[in-house]
């Protein structure tokens, strides 16, 4: 085997690789004698086939693996013999006008990882901002839930259903004058007005009593979930069990119980620690970035633009679903296409820390342990369905480029402690309201280092009640979610948008995405509600 360095600049490095004819032809026939032994002929008696007629049988099959492993071999050797340390997959050709019985001649590229030098962390300084949790806080957030919470009671003979009272119906839904799957509910409670069913449904409803029945028409949604509703007309029988108005909900011992706590104290106990846990994620945020910037500056070394790119088209690909989700799409991707280098330098500064994080944990010793990993593998396999998940783990045990990706965020976040640990803190006590815009500075003055533009501030904009805490988790399951409550009751540090240029690539692994794993089956539902229980 003859192998010749081609080229050598920078991270890029070819090699040109030529395979004789008569190692290829060698490993033929290693492999003849060992499978002869096991091929039986009529007219032979087992193991005794004539290796000329296992060669006509099998010759192709076995010249063509023969090559295979030369040339998995060959690129073993040359990773060896030049201790490279490959940034992505190699890129390997076989020559043109190869045939069995000449010589095989390869070429094969690749970008190695840069060699970077830990930095020094001796006088590493850094400030906590942190948020009190006031008991002015725990009451608005006992109401929130109360709010969300509420009771209802019969409204008596008479009253007529209005907004904001809630029904209890059973109903039956037709396509074409066929029931459909999900279609048929009993004693599903609806609030008229909370937009919980389909649009045109609720409406309808106005002014019934119990007892009462009704035949609704509407239309499905175009972009309806369940794809064979989508766009069709339907009508549901509707049977009105029961109409109830809202009672005052008390915020006492007995509304805790209802939650499965013991007790109102044990109650506010339980919102205190979670107002206090999604102000220590902000505060960590803040304290990720201040260090991330801190190690930015100090660092401007190469890295591999196969790298760079395949983060980059992560980063487009997520811009990609945030536009067509958009109000505007047209307009969102003109300006996406005016910020392309904005965000390919952000890619690239994601690359660099990524690399930068990767040392300084190697360095170290950082590690993610099996058991860990176990945990993660674990806990990724629940969104699939039960009879997805061993299949899902299996994928990830067989493929490492998609074990070293589940791997990355616990692995950066171990090197992200071990540094704040090193690290001098010195702490201050701030409002919600100006750690938040610490956070969106920081992230501004990231990007400003790349030399791209300060993050649109419309772009991932908190909203208004974007202060609420989650609802605790109570014995019985969470409290029961109202509308307006949804991923901006997070810690908007578990967020990683787009142009978050603070969001390290994964740690030094290749940035080559791996194989989509396995997709569980969607449960499609056919429901007319958001709330209602199908049958069957």
């Known amino acids: 085997m003859q192998i010749k360095e081609t080229t050598n600049d920078g991270l890029k490095r070819a090699f040109a690789i030529t395979i004789p004819a008569s190692e290829i032809e060698g490993r033929v026939e290693q492999e003849v004698r060992k ?17 000329n007629l296992v060669r006509k049988m099998h010759g192709e099959q076995l010249h063509a693996q023969a090559v295979n492993d030369v040339i998995r071999e060959s690129v073993d050797k040359v990773m060896t013999d030049n201790a490279l340390r490959p940034a992505m ?25 840069p060699q970077v030098e830990a930095p020094d962390l001796e006088g590493l300084k850094l400030e906590r901002l942190t948020v009190p949790v006031d008991e002015a806080q725990v009451d608005e957030t006992l109401q929130r839930i109360a709010g969300q919470n509420k009771s209802y009671s019969d409204a008596g003979d008479g009253h007529s259903a209005q907004d904001g009272d809630q029904l209890i119906i059973d109903f039956v839904g037709r396509v074409d004058g066929e029931e459909f799957e999900g279609g048929k509910a009993e004693g599903a409670p609806l609030v008229l007005g909370s ?34 509703l989508a766009g069709k007309a339907a009508e549901f029988d509707v049977t009105v069990q029961a109409v109830k108005i809202e009672s005052e909900t008390s915020l006492d011992d007995d509304f805790a119980k209802n939650l499965g706590l013991e007790s109102l104290d044990k109650l506010r106990e339980l919102v205190r620690g979670q107002l206090e846990q999604e102000t220590a994620g902000l505060t960590r945020t803040q304290m990720k970035r201040a260090l991330l910037d801190q190690l930015a500056a100090g660092h ?16 487009w690909s997520q811009l990609q679903q945030e536009a067509s989700r958009s109000d505007d799409p047209e307009a969102m991707h003109q300006e996406m296409e005016a910020e392309k280098d904005d965000y390919r330098r952000i890619a690239e500064r994601r690359v660099r820390l990524g690399l930068l994080l990767s ?30 998940r061993q299949r899902f783990v299996q994928y990830i045990q067989q493929e490492p480029m998609a074990a070293a990706q589940l791997r990355a965020p616990l692995y950066e976040d171990k090197v992200v402690d071990f540094l704040f640990d090193k690290a001098e803190i010195t702490d201050r006590e701030v409002t919600r309201e100006e750690l938040e815009a610490a956070i969106e500075a920081d992230e501004d003055t990231g990007a400003a280092a790349q030399g791209a533009k300060p993050a649109d501030k419309k772009k991932g904009a908190k909203a208004k009640d974007g202060d609420k805490a989650k609802e605790p988790a109570t014995k019985k399951g969470k409290a029961k979610p109202a509308e307006e409550t949804s991923a901006d009751d997070k810690p ?6 787009a142009k978050n240029a603070d969001a390290p690539a994964a740690e030094g692994e290749p940035a080559k995405k791996a194989k989509a794993a396995p997709k569980a089956k969607a449960d499609k539902a056919a429901k007319p509600a958001k709330a209602a229980k199908s049958e069957g």
Not at 367 to 377: A, F, R, Y
């Open 35 to 51: 499978i002869a032994p096991q091929i039986k002929m009529p007219g032979f008696r087992p193991g005794k086939v004539p290796a």
């Open 89 to 113: 997959q190699p890129k390997v050709e076989m020559g043109e006008g190869y045939e069995a019985g000449k010589d095989a001649t390869l070429t094969m590229e690749l970008e190695v990882l």
């Open 195 to 228: 937009g919980q069913f389909i649009p045109g449904f609720e409406e309808q409803l106005g002014g019934v009593k119990p007892g009462d029945t009704r035949t609704i028409s509407v239309t499905f949604p175009e972009d309806y979930q369940a794809k064979h």
């Open 300 to 315: 401007d070394f190469a890295v591999p633009q196969g790298m760079v790119d395949a983060e980059f088209d992560q980063i």
């Open 359 to 388: 040392e300084i944990g190697q360095k170290n010793n950082v590690q993610v342990t099996s058991n860990e990993m176990s945990m993660l593998i674990q806990q990724a396999a629940q969104q699939y369905r039960q009879e997805d």
């Open 492 to 497: 908007k540090a578990k967020k990683k948008s």
